[in-house]
């Protein structure tokens, strides 16, 4: 089974932090993403990437950067953390092609 | 524009009734469609996904998909609901790029 593990479940930080949100998936994919969640807003893309050292802004990338230096890492930083970025981080990764996303089981960020 | 739309944000229905949640993609949407499952505090889970091999797919935990291209329709059922299955739905499509179109999302109420 694919394994998407996101380094915490829960995570308070005050405004103006630099917070980072780390995924490491064990399945060898190409594909990492990074969604948040909202209510009433379903899921948004905020960053996505093919492949090592690669990046791709998603639907919502302002206030976020990504790094990705390793194929089963793929990091979500807030450079300086908002309020309005308080919500659920989710992190999936997939093959190439039609193929379904695995996710993470999220981590909800508290911007005080 | 690639859409995919959800009708209905909460559903509700008794244990033991037939479960039906409705998806519809517009036509753009290739035809490479899933159906998600989250529970509450965790990531999403895939139920099912339609590869163009037959129009009903059965998937997890009882659950089957009919695509109907007729109807640009992919409704996600279960003959008998049971309490276990109060969870959030999501529809998705996989577009050209890799990326995945998310529905809004079906909020699932099981009444005893």
């Known amino acids: 089974d694919v394994k998407v593990t996101q380094s915490s479940r829960y995570l308070v930080k005050r405004t103006g932090e630099k917070v980072f949100l780390e995924c490491v998936q064990d399945?060898?994919?190409?594909?990492m993403f990074w969604y948040r969640q909202d209510p009433g807003l379903g899921l948004r893309l905020i960053y996505f990437?093919?492949?090592?050292?690669?990046?791709e802004k998603g639907d919502i990338p302002e206030g976020y950067s990504v790094s990705r230096e390793k194929k089963e890492r793929f990091s979500l930083i807030l450079e300086s953390a908002s309020t309005n970025q308080t919500s659920m981080y989710l992190c999936?990764?997939?093959?190439?092609?039609?193929?379904?996303?695995?996710f993470g089981d999220g981590t909800r960020l508290s911007i005080l | 524009a690639q859409s995919v739309t959800q009708l209905g944000s909460h559903v509700s229905v008794s244990e033991g009734a037939l479960v039906l949640l409705r998806c519809n993609y517009s036509?753009?949407?290739?035809?490479?469609l899933f159906w998600y499952v989250q529970y509450p505090n965790q990531g999403l889970q895939l139920l099912l996904k339609?590869?163009?091999?037959?129009?009903l797919v059965k998937g997890i935990n009882g659950f089957e998909a009919e695509f109907k291209k007729s109807e640009t329709s992919f409704h996600l059922t279960k003959p008998s609901a049971h309490m276990s299955d109060a969870a959030e739905y999501f529809c998705?499509?996989?577009?050209?790029?890799?990326?995945?179109?998310f529905g809004k999302g079906t909020r699932l109420h099981i009444l005893p």
């Open positions: 999936a990764s997939s093959l190439p092609g039609d193929q379904p996303q695995h």
């Open positions: 399945m060898d994919h190409e594909n």
């Open positions: 990437s093919y492949d090592v050292k690669m990046k």
């Open positions: 036509s753009s949407v290739p035809p490479y």
């Open positions: 339609y590869t163009s091999a037959a129009t």
């Open positions: 998705a499509a996989a577009l050209t790029d890799d990326k995945i179109i």
